[in-house]
């Protein structure tokens, strides 16, 4: 950079490997720390959402505060700033190793206070320190090469990211458990200080200028920093807007989170190297990529569910690559650097706040999505497609308005068309083809923004946007940090999904007290009802973790003691406060719900609470992992009385969890069986499905005479040399069925 020149010629370029292996190395160490420390958080704060939020905003926190440090750090000369920073390192490196600190949080702790007080107290500084590092040691590498552009190493920064994003999921968590991890961690840091050292070494001792802070480039203007604070907004949002749709819309497979955000990554790497071929001819296909499969998605059809997730990974990738190109290419002198990260890393901030935190409490459904597309539709560049649509448009004035008029008009008139008589669903053929027709216009108009962006409005509002509006005017959806809840109605039944996953049904009329679902009589946890009042008499006590319609209170007798625990307060709004569904009130009226985390509030509880314990806690196809650790079962084991019985529910499309519940059973002193129950013909018109049970007691004699009962329960198989699931170690990979076929007979 101009002001930090040297006034003898730089060193020898043969150690300049270094910038690249140091940047690298931190950030992968800064996106290995984050699942790890959430993960190391699970059993002390539960698995609510507004901890993630909590925790996400700490770590954009510190990354801003990382980024500012080394643009306030530009204010002294470069020998200074190395021994300034590898200060911060040494200072920071009292918090090793990793892990949360040994403080005791109150009962009721409140997530929004607590988690970041814990997150910044157990890692802030060692976070802080490395979140430094890529800014930087950009700004350094200037200085050593003699004024050479250093924005190419922030290629290698997000793909150090990507590694370390990826590793954990993949390697890290599946092969060592926390305290391995956090020595795995603690010998990286290490690496990166004596990297960061041997950088410092490169660095001039003289430079030229006085004083030292003298920029030769003009400071850009307060729009130029306004719109890249804008560019990193849009795909910083939609990046967790996408995560939440797919997630919530699409299809739940675990740890599909990890996708969206590393092709946000990835996107940096494509947009800031020299070549400008690849990411130039993303961008130029970026507008045509949202017109097509940005109202496809909104739609949400769910028989190409994994098309419709790879076509919206698809679309954040060219949407994250052609704003970060534009932002590259607005990008300052090297002497502004870190003013251009720092402007960056607001935008991400701002872009995660809105999708992470806002949107669930502004909508009712993932309307941040279709905003953040038109945005992006507004924001990447317009280039005509073929030349003969640069002369269509061609023309000033009075002309162009009235080209521009006459596309809004057709456009209008297609929609009106489509909605007038939509048919039983959007999906309608004529529909289709009428969305075609407007995407057509689209494309004619892709490289004239104003009608673009007509087209695109029109295709988001025919093709899904409608249907959404009406469902929120009619008030039948709900939304939370956990997820968008939506009932719809028949004349015979009532049907409450958690996004596209059926979470209830309750039949109506003289059958509203009927259970259906996972729950018939026939089913593991139906057998195990009934049996209640047999095993423990006429004042049996139940316990039952997650609420979803209230189903399970219908097996509730005269005498009995319930108790719900459910994690969303908006569950519980739908299924006992709002009278959309009255299992509860016509069932079990004195029913008790604890609000929070089912373990933590467990915990709370005395011994030998419960005579019965039903644990059907998983939303969608996610697993709470802290839910089924060995520990876990151990504080189910402690709430329930000596010949009580526990019900798992492990129903799930994408992961076999009976090794998960064979080991904690084998490690507990559990007897166990188990009860795949397929519902006859009558049930399944009564809403009958199929379901996966596995009951648990600690009393041999108690488990025998449920099994006696009938029904079709055997032995839960046993499973040499899998390694259960603890507080220490658990991996979702070791019992996904994409990845162990084996599995598949669970």
Partial sequence: MADEMTAEAPPSGGRHWLFVVAILSGSFLLFLVQPMVARMALPKLGGAPAVWNSAMLVYQALLLGGYAYAHWLGRVPPRMQAAIHIGVLLVAAIWLPIGLTQMELPANAEPAIWVPWLFGASIGPLFFAISAQAPLLQRWYSVATGGRDPYALYAASNIGSFGGLIAYPLIVEPWLALKGQSLLWTGGYVLVVLLVAGCATMLPRKVAGTPHVRHESPAPGWRRVALWVTLAFVPSGLMLATTTFLTTDIVAVPMLWVLPLGLYLLSFSVAFRDSRTLPDLLAKFAPVTILLFGATLIAGHQKLAYMNALIGLLLLFMVAVALHARMYQLRPAPDRLTGFYLAMSVGGVLGGVFSALLAPILFDWTYEYPLLILAAGALVPQAFLFPSLARLWSGTGQVLRIKILATALIVALLVLIGLVNPGDALGEMHVQILFLFVVAVGLIATGK?????????????????????????????????????TVTDSPSERRLAHGTTLHGIQLKGARSRLPTTYYVAGSGVGRA??????????????????????TLACYAQPGQAWRFFEIDPAVVNISRDSGRFTFLRQCAPQAEIAVGDARLRLAEMQPASFDLLALDAFS?????????????FGTYGRVLAPNGLLLVHISNRFLALGPVVSAAARGGGWHAARLVYH???????????????????????????LVARGGGWEPLADYPGFTGWTDDYASVLAVMRAFHPSLERD
């Fill in 449 to 485: 923004r104003v009608p673009y962006m007509i087209a695109l409005v029109g295709a988001l509002f025919l093709f899904g946007g409608y249907n959404s509006i009406q469902l929120t005017l009619a008030g039948d959806r709900t939304r939370s940090y956990f997820g968008v809840y």
């Fill in 529 to 550: 009802m009934q049996a209640a009042p047999l095993f423990y008499g006429a004042a049996a006590r139940i316990g039952v973790v997650g609420l979803g319609t209230g």
């Fill in 620 to 632: 969608s196809d996610a697993v709470p992992m802290h839910l089924m650790t060995a520990q876990a």
């Fill in 679 to 705: 519902p006859s013909a009558l049930e399944e018109q009564d809403e009958g499905s199929i379901s996966d049970w596995i009951a648990l007691s600690r009393d041999k004699g108690t488990l025998d005479r």
